[in-house]
Antibody, heavy 121, light 107 residues
Framework: QIQLVQSGAEVKKPGASVKVSCKAS????????ISWVRQAPGQGLEWMGW????????DYAPKLQGRLTMTTDTSTTTAYMELRSLRSDDTAVYYC??????????????WGQGTLVTVSS | DIQMTQSPSSLSASVGDGITITCRAS??????LNWYQQKPGKVPKLLIY???SLQSGVPSRFSGSGSGTDFTLTISSLQPEDFATYYC?????????FGGGTKVEIK
């Protein structure tokens, strides 16, 4: 079965970096992209960007450009999201989701379980 | 960026009621609109993609319609498991923005 399994919760100080992993299984990793979506406590969903699982092409949300890097390791079918210069408002649950082609549009049909990143001094 | 506005932000309804949630885009997104359901402490779940296509396994009481800038999600007869927050998302252009969410609560 298709699964996205994320790394565990992190606590970071302001100014630090965090790297979250998303291990994919049950499908051909290079045939799909991976997106990252975050959700601050009690808030809605925020799209962070996506990475093409085949060629590594990335597309980031403008507000995170410069602080965000998405990568993949096709040998281990794992996607990574690194966010730098962390601030308190980066505290959120971070989700990876499979970027799928749904009737010629994009949709997220499988999601990771989420990783809580807490930024606090 | 395309802004997505949902209304209402919350609603109260009873089991068996029919409800409609609206999502408006700041510019035309043709039919590139998805809906997700999220229960407290859980992962978002894809309900509907491309405006009206039901994701596999989603009950037929859920339906979607619209085009251009105005879209709706309808639940024909609310069931206890449907009480959750619903998000629309445009997939027309990046950044793929979400609506602010509609929380459906039990009356």
């Amino acid at each position: 079965q298709i699964q996205l399994v994320q790394s565990g919760a992190e606590v970071k100080k302001p100014g630090a970096s965090v790297k979250v992993s998303c291990k994919a299984s049950g499908y051909t990793f290079t045939s799909y992209g991976i997106s990252w979506v975050r959700q601050a406590p009690g808030q809605g969903l925020e799209w962070m960007g996506w990475i093409n699982g085949y060629n590594g092409h990335t597309d980031y949300a403008p507000k995170l450009q410069g602080r965000l890097t998405m990568t993949t390791d096709t040998s281990t079918t794992t996607a990574y999201m690194e966010l730098r210069s962390l601030r308190s408002d980066d505290t959120a649950v971070y989700y990876c989701a499979r970027w799928s082609d749904c009737s010629s549009t994009t949709c997220y049909d499988y999601w990771g379980q989420g990783t809580l990143v807490t930024v606090s001094s | 960026d395309i802004q997505m506005t949902q209304s209402p932000s919350s609603l109260s309804a009873s089991v068996g009621d029919g409800i409609t949630i609206t999502c408006r885009a700041s510019q035309s997104i043709t039919r590139y609109l998805n809906w997700y359901q999220q229960k407290p402490g859980k992962v978002p779940k894809l309900l509907i993609y491309a405006t009206s296509s039901l994701q596999s396994g989603v009950p037929s009481r859920f339906s979607g319609s619209g085009s251009g800038t105005d879209f709706t999600l309808t639940i024909s007869s609310l069931q206890p498991e449907d009480f959750a927050t619903y998000y629309c998302q445009q997939s027309y252009s990046t950044p793929l923005t979400f609506g602010g969410g509609t929380k459906v609560e039990i009356k």
